[in-house]
């Protein structure tokens, strides 16, 4: 392959040539456009999990992994958790700009009204077995919703995408607080219309009918910044799952229960909770260098959770904010978490250890989050409800862009490694035709 001009590469191939566009992305991301590939050459691209394939163009999210950047809608994400609130960016993504004084309170206000379980639905949490994962009930009941709002479909979601997305924005923080209140067996508490989009989770997660929750504006913020951290992230895992099932033209909630499901994976969202379950290991057994040898031992399935990721080569921005911000809400509050001492402990090692170096491997999200959210209250077992909740902005944003642009239905290609009919000869012969 040669660059036969700026905007041209020209690929050679048994005596084929396909001349291949180049295209650069408004932050000067380079690709080479194959759509021409297949059609002149019968060559197709292998990139198992494309590690190196650019699925779309996309206008949302900005991530330069190897400078530690990550930008909503190009506005630096250091900027937005200290000037805007979770609702602010949540319409950035889905509207592209953020949204000016009415078109703020008009959001909110949509939010608000549809905040409300259907009560038809509320009864669904009664017959979820005690232990049922929050996740897993989650995405059953995201999906449940196209069967009370079934006609979400292509047509008449340009007619009310803002209706949707509010009403998936806000309900899913109700379904949330409903399953965790099933869970512990206490009355589930309504939304209410006097409180913010975070304070008004919190309280429906911790009030009670004997016990008034107390919300602190210091919480209220906390929450808003973890919720703000995890908004988008161009094309991860759940948001690419998002972008496949919409493809097909898939009712949105369905389509939003399929992203729910796959940032439950521990390698992607459940990576949250799995940092706490680690970090509790490793307190309870002493030696942090024990676990970063299990991590380096290619024959140990153990992983360093929290650490390392597909495009950051660098410290995740959101780790670092999330870090500062750890230690500070936890000084402000007198809150103490052994936990806390643990991660910094592991973190230091591992940032010192050439395997780690050598791979580019530093916290991620995950890291220190789930402290946060201790802090908080939040049960662990919740961790990924809680990134569930505030990555809704970023999937409706991509499925919105995706139907509103010329996507065909993703179907990839493959190479075929199996039998060849010369291996399968015979095997069919003992067989009585079913068919005439
Ligand atoms: C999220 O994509 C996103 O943007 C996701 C996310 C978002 O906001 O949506 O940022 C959220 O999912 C964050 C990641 C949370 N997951 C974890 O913390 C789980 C632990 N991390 C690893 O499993 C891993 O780092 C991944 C899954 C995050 C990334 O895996 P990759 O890109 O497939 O990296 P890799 O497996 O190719 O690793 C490269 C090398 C390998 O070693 P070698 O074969 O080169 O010798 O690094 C090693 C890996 O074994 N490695 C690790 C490691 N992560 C990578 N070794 C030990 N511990 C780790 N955590």
């Not at 706490?276 to 040898?293: A, P, R, S, T």
Request: with cysteine; hydrophobic share 40%; glycine share 6%.
């Amino acid at each position: 392959m040669k660059q036969e001009s700026p905007g041209y590469v020209v690929l050679e191939v048994e005596g084929k040539s396909v001349r291949l566009p180049v295209v650069v992305g408004s932050e000067g991301e380079k690709g080479i456009d194959i759509g021409a590939l297949r059609r002149e050459t019968g060559y197709v691209t292998l990139d198992p999990s494309f590690m190196n394939t650019a699925a779309c163009y996309s206008s949302i999210t900005f991530i330069d992994g190897e400078k530690g950047i990550l930008r909503y809608r190009g506005i630096p994400i250091e900027e937005l958790v200290r000037k805007t609130m979770f609702v602010e960016v949540a319409y950035l993504l889905v509207h592209g700009e953020l949204p000016n004084e009415e078109q703020r309170r008009n959001f909110s206000a949509m939010l608000n009204i549809n905040s409300m379980l259907h009560e038809d639905m509320r009864h669904f949490f009664d017959h979820f077995p005690r232990g049922a994962h929050p996740m897993h009930i989650l995405s059953t009941m995201i999906n449940a919703l196209a069967a009370f709002y079934p006609n979400v479909d292509l047509k008449s979601l340009s007619e009310d995408i803002d209706q949707s997305t509010a009403r998936l924005i806000s309900i899913v923080r109700t379904m949330a607080a409903f399953a965790y209140k099933k869970s512990i067996g206490e009355p589930v508490v309504y939304p209410r219309h006097d409180l913010s989009y975070c304070a008004n989770f919190l309280n429906m997660m911790f009030d009670s009918p004997v016990k008034p929750y107390q919300i602190h504006p210091d919480a209220v913020r906390i929450l808003n910044m973890l919720f703000i951290l995890h908004a988008d992230h161009e094309q991860n895992c759940s948001t690419t799952a998002v972008r496949t099932i919409g493809s097909a033209q898939v009712n949105l909630y369905a389509t939003i229960s399929a992203g729910i499901s796959a940032l439950s994976g521990p390698l992607h969202g459940g990576a949250n909770q799995a940092v706490i379950e680690m970090l509790k290991m490793i307190q309870q057994d002493g030696n942090v260098k024990k676990f970063l040898d299990m991590a380096k031992d290619k024959n140990n399935p153990f992983r360093l959770m929290g650490f390392g990721h597909r495009v950051y080569k660098t410290y995740d921005p959101r780790a670092a904010i999330i870090k500062r911000e750890c230690h500070a809400y936890l000084e402000r509050t007198h809150y103490s978490d052994p936990l806390l001492d643990v991660a910094r402990e592991v973190e230091e090692a591992a940032l010192n250890d050439p395997y780690f170096i050598e791979r580019n491997l530093y916290p991620n999200v995950d890291f220190y989050t789930g402290i946060l959210y201790r802090a908080l209250g939040i049960p662990e077992n919740m961790f990924t409800v809680m990134f569930a909740l505030a990555r809704l902005p970023g999937w409706i944003a991509h499925w919105k862009e995706m139907i509103g642009s010329d996507t065909k239905i993703v179907r990839p290609r493959q190479i075929y490694i199996g039998k060849t009919p010369v291996e399968t000869v015979g095997v069919m012969e003992n067989r009585e035709p079913l068919l005439q």
